[in-house]
């Protein structure tokens, strides 16, 4: 059984305050059963403000609704006087804090009319089975194995871990209930069935709150990352989004800076990781980028400028992390043929095995050796542009002849088949049938939000683009100050 727990001070103070409140005189005055009732409503009222917080700001998943569900009805049946000292949040910063969960979890058991459980907690101890503390229980062996026996999510069972602890419910010798700490996310509840058992998994929600960091890049984007708390995998996060408009590793100048809001996932209080870049700027000589995340009904998420187009290139410029552009596009002198040729496409030199990505999305129209091209793969992406890349030493084993790319999933591996001097990759780049110059084409950019995802697309950022204003504005105001 679950005890109401002594008030948490912030309650105290908080009901002081209101209480002691010079606004408040009459209710000062007032008989003491009366300025109960005042106070109760105050924390009824605050109890609906928090399971509102609760609802809205966790990624509310069943088990939540649920919590927050009977935190309303353990409201109504009980009369909350300030004698019956629930222990109830206040404010609650950004989501759910412990109180809140261990009030909602508090509500919970007391809507439940069932005799109290005298739960027997064990320990798993260095050497422990599951076997000895069962029998350390008094529950026959015979129980341990219809136990095993009951499905793939009692295999965990054999893999626990000293620390780890485990809850009995048992009566006159027979396991009524077993639960178990998976990890700080998941519990496995066991419970009798019949003759045999069964089990679910409950996961709890992690806490998303909005953190927001700006920076101004003095010597580079991590250290300036670094300086505004940001951790490298936001930096690379960041840097990707804005990678189509800006080259990281050359256009950077001193004096370029950032904006952006991102998510941070927390349980109970404490950060585990960060999230998603929700929006961002960036200003890179002088030129602003947005881009705004959104994730439409399909559940498929990208990045957006504020009036719907698509961050991402159709087309990824460089197909290769290569050591140096052997060769570009144009009149050149062929090494092999030793007279003067066309170049139809740009060669990067890179090592043998360098992974080839796919320039962009979409279908595999050959795959196989192509004379002096040696082995190759030719993609059609839709029906206007293709891509070829040759000289490679490997395909990627699982690629056929009609099959479907992603852009950059490795295709291939550098090599120098064919009539090739050294290990490169050589790259076409072809609009209607025509060779371009894949260094300078011009790149189609990707799909903007589709029509019928527009109306939502505006409503659901506008918040987001109303937060960049402010936040860019108050870093100006800031940057002009210290200048
Ligand atoms: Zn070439």
Same mark, same amino acid.
């Given at each position: 059984m679950i005890h109401t727990k002594p008030p948490k001070t912030v309650m105290q103070r908080d009901f002081k305050s209101l209480l002691d409140n010079a606004a408040y005189p009459a209710l000062k005055r007032k008989r003491p059963r009366q300025r109960a009732r005042w106070a109760g409503l105050a924390a009824g009222l605050t109890l609906f403000a928090a399971a509102g917080l609760l609802f809205t700001d966790t990624d509310a998943d069943a088990d939540a609704n649920r919590s927050t569900g009977n935190a309303d009805s353990a409201l109504l049946e009980n009369d909350l006087s300030i004698e019956t000292r629930i222990t109830l949040p206040l404010t609650l910063p950004g989501g759910a804090s412990d109180e809140a969960i261990e009030a909602t979890f508090a509500a919970e058991s007391a809507a439940v009319t069932k005799p109290a459980i005298d739960w027997q907690v064990e320990t798993v101890r260095s050497g422990d089975s599951l076997a000895r503390i069962f029998s350390r229980l008094g529950i026959s062996p015979q129980q341990l194995d219809r136990l095993m026996r009951t499905g793939e999510d009692t295999a965990m069972l054999k893999r626990i871990m000293p620390g780890q602890t485990l809850k009995f419910d048992v009566q =006159?010798?027979?396991?009524?209930?077993?639960?178990?700490?998976?990890? /700080?996310?998941?519990?496995?509840?066991?419970?009798?069935?019949?003759?045999?058992?069964?089990?679910?998994? &409950? &996961? /709890?929600?992690?806490? &998303? @709150?909005?953190?927001?960091?700006?920076?101004?890049? %003095?010597?580079?984007?991590?250290?300036?990352?670094? =300086?505004?708390?940001l951790s490298d995998n936001l930096v690379m996060e960041l840097a990707g989004i804005f990678g189509w408009d800006v080259d990281f590793a050359l256009d950077i100048r001193e004096g370029d800076h950032f904006t952006l809001l991102y998510e941070e996932k927390y349980l109970d209080g404490e950060k585990l990781r960060d999230g998603d870049i929700l929006a961002a700027e960036f200003t890179n000589r002088g030129k602003t980028y947005r881009a705004l995340r959104y994730t439409n009904a399909g559940g498929r998420s990208d990045y957006y400028t504020p009036d719907g187009k698509s961050m991402r290139k159709a087309f990824i410029r460089t197909p290769v992390d290569f050591t140096r552009i052997s060769s570009r596009f144009g009149k050149r002198y062929h090494p092999t043929l030793k007279k003067r040729k066309n170049?139809?496409?740009? =060669?990067?030199?890179?090592?043998?095995? &360098? $992974?080839? *990505?796919?320039?962009? =999305?979409?279908?595999?129209?050959?795959?196989?050796?192509?004379?002096?091209?040696?082995?190759?793969?030719?993609?059609?992406?839709?029906?206007?542009? %293709?891509?070829?890349?040759?000289?490679?030493?490997?395909?990627?084993?699982?690629?056929?002849?009609?099959?479907?790319?992603?852009?950059?999933?490795?295709?291939?591996?550098?090599? +120098?088949?064919?009539?090739? +001097?050294?290990?490169?990759?050589?790259?076409?780049? @072809?609009?209607?049938?025509?060779? /371009?110059?894949?260094? +300078?084409? *011009?790149? $189609? +950019?990707?799909? $903007?939000?589709?029509? *019928?995802? /527009?109306?939502?697309?505006?409503t659901k950022t506008r918040v987001l683009v109303s937060q960049l204003d402010m936040l860019t504005a108050t870093t100006v105001a800031a940057n002009e100050h210290t200048e």
């Open positions: =006159d010798g027979e396991l009524q209930q077993l639960v178990v700490e998976i990890d /700080r996310l998941n519990t496995l509840h066991i419970q009798r069935e019949g003759e045999g058992f069964g089990t679910h998994t &409950t &996961t /709890r929600e992690l806490e &998303t @709150r909005v953190a927001n960091a700006s920076g101004k890049i %003095s010597s580079s984007l991590f250290l300036a990352g670094m =300086d505004a708390g170049h139809h496409g740009v =060669d990067y030199a890179a090592p043998r095995g &360098t $992974p080839i *990505k796919a320039a962009g =999305d979409g279908k595999i129209v050959h795959i196989g050796r192509k004379g002096g091209y040696g082995k190759t793969i030719i993609i059609q992406h839709g029906g206007k542009y %293709s891509t070829l890349y040759a000289h490679m030493s490997n395909y990627n084993r699982k690629l056929r002849r009609g099959a479907r790319v992603k852009q950059g999933q490795t295709i291939g591996y550098v090599g +120098t088949t064919g009539r090739s +001097t050294g290990p490169h990759l050589h790259y076409e780049f @072809r609009v209607n049938g025509v060779h /371009r110059n894949p260094l +300078t084409v *011009k790149l $189609p +950019t990707a799909a $903007p939000i589709q029509a *019928k995802y /527009r109306a939502d697309f505006l």
